[in-house]
T-cell receptor
Framework: GAGVSQTPSNKVTEKGKYVELRCDPI?????LYWYRQSLGQGPEFLIY????????DSGLPNDRFFAVRPEGSVSTLKIQRTERGDSAVYLC????????????FGPGTRLTVL | GQQVMQIPQYQHVQEGEDFTTYCNSS?????IQWYKQRPGGHPVFLIQ?????EVKKQKRLTFQFGEAKKNSSLHITATQTTDVGTYFC??????????????FGQGTILTVHP
């Protein structure tokens, strides 16, 4: 079946702009995760959802970052007033539920803030 | 907060040589997971270890989880060019309720010279 998909694959924006990154998890997976990966680093946890609710958002760096999953499937990561330091690959992953430990990653969205 | 360190950061080997990467967490882990990320790709789950002192094998790969559940290792016997990539360990804190929150190490980049 289809894996996790993310759109867009690349996003170039200017400092101060607003961006939305979308994640489509594997069908039926109730847990969805967002990570950020900078060059040469491991994925850094941002937030995860179990169903529609954010189970843990402790990794969001500040209040410019927000994520939603209104129907328990697709999720959108929203970044306001982007800064150059936000440039990274944003990875989404899903799993059947949050206690099923294997996470299935999508291809990521490469965000570049000029 | 929880920190996960991996050494070495880079490893260059000749095809046929063995390779080992080590992972150390600042806190006790409920489990340890290993992921592989090919150049330009996304992390792909390899294995999960749960029990103290557990050892698991996958063909040429051997994974160990330390007795204190704070460290782990991945050993590859007789490397092949297909083993090229970055190997990450990751784990959730033991005793926590945020099962989905994985802390990743910074990874070990393996290159294999034919």
């Amino acid at each position: 079946g289809a894996g996790v998909s993310q759109t867009p694959s690349n996003k170039v924006t200017e400092k101060g702009k607003y961006v939305e990154l979308r994640c489509d998890p594997i069908s039926g997976h109730t847990a969805l995760y967002w990570y950020r990966q900078s060059l040469g680093q491991g994925p850094e946890f941002l937030i995860y959802f179990q169903g529609t609710g954010a189970a843990d958002d402790s990794g969001l760096p500040n209040d410019r970052f927000f994520a939603v999953r209104p129907e328990g499937s697709v999720s959108t990561l929203k970044i306001q007033r982007t800064e150059r330091g936000d440039s990274a690959v944003y990875l989404c992953a899903s799993s059947p539920n949050s206690q099923y430990n294997e996470q299935f990653f999508g291809p990521g969205t490469r965000l570049t803030v000029l | 907060g929880q920190q996960v360190m991996q050494i070495p950061q880079y490893q260059h080997v000749q095809e046929g040589e063995d390779f080992t990467t080590y992972c150390n967490s600042s806190t006790t882990l409920s489990n340890i997971q290993w992921y592989k990320q090919r150049p330009g790709g996304h992390p792909v789950f390899l294995i999960q270890l749960v029990k103290s002192g557990e050892v698991k094998k996958q063909k040429r790969l051997t994974f160990q989880f330390g007795e204190a559940k704070k460290n782990s290792s991945l050993h590859i016997t007789a490397t092949q060019t297909t083993d090229v990539g970055t190997y990450f360990c990751a784990g959730p804190n033991a005793g926590g309720t945020s099962y989905g929150k994985l802390t990743f190490g910074q990874g070990t980049i393996l290159t294999v010279h034919p």
